[in-house]
């Protein structure tokens, strides 16, 4: 059995292609700038041998099309076409009906537009990837994965919003929390290196991407997590603001006559790192540039890592016992600098960083990175949300599916195929 599983971005579609029976991935790739200038495709096969290609990518449907005949000619030695058994869709938001992974159909790409108001920057996407892909494959099933599934075992006193029960009721607001494919798969894969079962380990994930979120993570199951109807709220990001006094939006649209779309796209396009430093969102170059003297930029670096410093404090709060931190994405499995500041005097905590081990992790390896003293165990973990996506929809087609608080993932058992790839 193959399995293609697709990620699929405004301007992007990152893909992998998984040999279920040989339990191994054979290929993965993106496809960049999608309808823009520029376009091109990265494609890594499982040898790690690498082939880039520009070439004019003009919507989606040529998109999956070129990243299909990338891995064709990439594998010649499996034949002239790969028969692919099904597809895995990644969708950001399932909100309150969509809580499980599940077999494409209309009614499912209904919910999936319904729940956009709430995602709009990534459910239209995701969308217009499954209806291309259904397009390109019509004979194959298509299942949806949700980022907001890991997040619904968060309780009712977590995910509550103190606002008026009867619009809290009417419009199905409350934390939905998203990432959830990737907090899934690291807290799996932190129990896999503590050789504990999932409902033995509490922990506290932190994602740090362009978009950034930490999960609280208790006995396995999703516990608190820092965004919540839409992927707005939480940390400080690349261009979103994060944690907000409510009051700051409504004030800003009174004083300069702004309408809810305009500052809507304020909030999540123009603001967090971006908005600080006037100039920059990624962080390389915010950290070259503080270096450098800059001060907007030292100030960006500081304000987000103590605001992820005080998550760190709260969710030890709310765990009681923390077994282990992880950091993931790219700055976190990348940037030293940003983990050795975030986790810098949280050692009364006991969260001591080796800081010889943090200096030497700079790229794609599980490493332990905290000092043999620390009570608490930091990893950096590579995050792998195909992963998931290609459990998710093997065990689907296999029928032995079940929600991830029933279900027990591969890649939570050490020397699994998907767990080491």
Not at 78 to 85: R, T, V
Not at 303 to 314: D, F, H, M, P, S
Not at 377 to 399: M, R, W
């Amino acid at each position: 059995m193959k399995v293609l599983t697709l990620n699929c971005g405004s301007s992007s579609v990152k893909y992998s292609l998984w040999d279920v029976k040989k339990e191994q991935r054979i290929a993965r790739g993106i496809v960049e700038r999608v309808g823009l200038s520029d376009s091109f495709i990265e494609h890594e096969t499982a040898d790690k041998s690498r082939v880039a290609v520009s070439k004019p990518i003009g919507d989606h449907s040529v998109a999956i099309n070129s990243a299909l005949e990338t891995i064709n000619k990439s594998h010649t030695d499996l034949g002239d076409s790969i028969e692919i058994d099904a597809v895995g869709h990644r969708v950001v938001h399932g909100g309150n009906s969509l809580i499980k992974s599940t077999i494409i159909n209309q009614s499912v790409k209904e919910e999936i537009l319904r729940w956009s108001e709430f995602a709009p920057l990534h459910n239209p996407s995701n969308l217009l990837g499954i209806e291309t892909a259904m397009e390109l494959l019509p004979d194959i099933p298509h299942v949806a994965i949700f980022d907001t599934t890991f997040l619904s075992t968060i309780p009712p006193h977590v995910y509550t919003y103190a606002i008026p029960k009867k619009l809290i009721e009417q419009f199905m607001i409350r934390r939905y929390g998203f990432h959830g494919t990737s907090h899934l798969y690291v807290s799996r894969r932190v129990s896999a290196l503590l050789r504990k079962k999932p409902s033995k380990v509490n922990s506290i994930i932190l994602h740090i991407g362009n978009g950034v979120s930490i999960t609280a993570v208790k006995q396995g199951l999703a516990y608190d997590h820092s965004m919540g109807v839409t992927p707005l709220e939480g940390a400080v990001m690349g261009t979103r603001c994060g944690d907000l006094d409510p009051s700051i939006p409504l004030y800003l649209m009174r004083k300069l006559g702004l309408m809810p779309d305009r500052m809507e796209d304020m909030l999540n396009r123009k603001s967090g790192l971006l908005g600080i430093t006037e100039k920059y969102s990624d962080r390389r170059d915010i950290l070259r540039n503080a270096d450098t003297g800059d001060g907007d930029c030292k100030l960006a670096f500081e304000v987000e890592c103590y605001r992820l410093k005080k998550y760190i404090g709260a969710y030890v709060a709310a765990l009681g016992r923390v077994d282990a931190i992880a950091f993931t994405a790219a700055t976190g499995e990348r940037s030293p600098r940003y983990r050795e500041a975030i986790c810098s005097g949280l050692e009364e905590l006991g969260i001591v960083i080796d800081t010889a081990r943090n200096e030497k992790i700079t790229g794609s390896a599980e490493s332990l990175i905290s000092s043999d003293s620390s009570k608490v165990s930091v990893y950096v973990i590579p995050t792998d949300e195909e992963a998931v996506l290609a459990e998710d929809t093997v065990a689907i087609l296999e029928g032995r599916y079940a929600p991830h608080w029933k279900f027990e993932y591969s890649f939570d058992k050490i020397g699994s195929f998907m767990g080491n790839l």
